[in-house]
């Protein structure tokens, strides 16, 4: 039977300096998060404006942004809301029916946000790592 000696003192820090990065980066994750639901909506809305025409003209300010949390997430719920004029026509703007083509301003909006939201949640919180 073989052990292995030495000082573990470096790991007991880094497990105890890793056990605070939660509590410090939740904070920062929800801004993060809020911003950049807030910033994702109002690049859809701004898609949907340009594509909607005159019958969609309710249509872009249905398109909200709204946190949603776990016990292990932070997340943000984006799209249009049904309870708002024209929000319950989302599905058929942006995918299409068979009265017009798919819009798909959401996906394009989303293409352009997921970089940039990692680059936001490394600013935010990369710092906290040890």
Known sequence: MSFISGDASEIY???????????KSIPAVRQVMSDAGDAFANEWRSNATATSGEHGKHYPASITA????????????????SARKQGSMGRGFEFGSVNQPP???GLRALD?????????????IGHLFP
Do not use: Y
């Not at 709204?66 to 809301?81: I, K, M, N, Q, R």
């Open 103 to 105: 819009h798909l301003d």
């Open 66 to 81: 709204e946190l949603a949390f776990s016990v292990t997430s932070v997340a943000v719920d984006v799209g249009p809301e």
């Open 112 to 124: 352009g946000i997921q970089a940039r939201v990692d680059r936001m949640l490394d600013s935010a």
């Open 13 to 23: 820090k880094l497990g105890a300096d890793l056990a605070q990065v939660g509590a």
